[in-house]
C-alpha cells in the first residue's frame, strides 16, 4: 500500500462530474489498484475514489487515475506532497466472523436453496486474494453467485461484496458473477446501495434455518 499526503485538488471526470478545491488530503494507493482520496474526518468514507481496475498515470503535478472499463478519469492536482511511502501488507486473513455470522455462514451453505429454487453450492470461504468470499455457488440457470453474510447488513457490507466481485469478475471461469447481501437485518442505506451496485439483498432468519419454529409464528 502506498500512502501519499499532499496538498492536491481533485476532479472526477465520467458519468457524473464532481470538484474537491485545494486542500490537505490522504491518497491511498491500494496492491489491488483502487485510488481514495480522505479527508481527516468522515471516519472510513472516502471523499472520492476509484475502483480497480484502473491505472495511475503521474505526470508532474498532474495524476490521473483511469478505470480500465469505463474510461472515468479521477485527475488529482498535486501543489505539494508532504508524504510520499509505501509498505508491504501481504495478503489479509479476512475477517474473523462472530459465532451468529459463522454459524449463519454454515447454515446457508447447508440450505442454500434458502436463496432460490436450484441453488447450489460450490464452496464456504472461497479465497480471493482480498479475502474470503462466504459463500460461492450457482443458481438454477448455473450462474455464479458470491454471498456475503452479516448479522447485521451495512453499508461496509455491501462495499466488502462489490470488491470480491470486482475481483471474482476477472476470472474467465467463474464471469459473470452476481452478488447477493444476506444478513439477519440489513439497514435501508445497505439496501438502497446494494441496488445501486445490482446485489441482491436476502434477510436470514437464524432460527428457522436452525429448523426451530418461530415463537410467535407470522404468516409473512
Not at 489498484?33 to 498515470?57: E, Q, T, Y
Not at 498532474?62 to 485527475?75: A, D, I, P, Y
Not at 455462514?105 to 429454487?117: R, V
Not at 458473477?177 to 436470514?204: M, N, S, W
Request: net charge negative.
Amino acid at each position: 500500500m502506498r500512502l501519499v499526503i499532499a496538498r492536491c485538488s481533485v476532479d472526477y471526470i465520467g458519468r457524473l462530474t464532481a470538484h474537491l478545491p485545494m486542500a490537505p488530503r490522504l491518497i491511498l494507493i491500494k496492491a489491488d489498484g483502487s485510488v481514495s482520496i480522505h479527508a481527516d474526518d468522515r471516519a472510513f468514507k472516502p471523499l472520492n475514489w476509484m475502483n480497480p481496475p484502473c491505472k495511475l498515470k503521474e505526470d508532474g503535478e498532474t495524476w490521473t487515475v483511469t478505470h480500465g472499463k469505463s474510461g472515468e478519469k479521477l485527475v488529482l492536482t498535486m501543489a505539494e506532497v508532504l508524504h510520499d511511502s509505501s509498505h508491504e501488507l501481504g495478503v489479509d486473513p479476512g475477517l474473523i466472523k462472530d459465532g451468529v455470522e459463522a454459524h449463519l455462514q454454515e447454515l446457508l451453505a447447508e440450505h442454500i436453496t434458502t436463496l432460490g429454487p436450484g441453488y447450489s453450492l460450490i464452496r464456504r470461504e472461497y479465497m480471493t486474494a482480498i479475502g474470503p468470499v462466504d459463500i460461492l455457488c450457482r443458481d438454477a440457470l448455473g450462474a455464479t453467485v458470491a454471498v456475503e453474510i452479516k448479522r447485521r447488513g451495512e453499508i461496509d457490507g455491501v462495499e466488502q461484496l462489490t470488491r470480491y466481485l470486482d475481483l471474482l469478475n476477472r476470472d474467465p471461469l467463474l464471469t459473470p458473477v452476481r452478488g447477493v447481501f444476506a444478513a439477519q437485518e440489513i439497514k435501508p442505506q445497505a439496501r438502497v446501495l446494494a441496488a445501486d451496485r445490482g446485489i441482491h439483498c436476502v434477510t436470514l432468519d437464524y432460527d428457522t434455518l436452525r429448523g426451530i419454529e418461530p415463537e410467535n409464528p407470522t404468516l409473512f
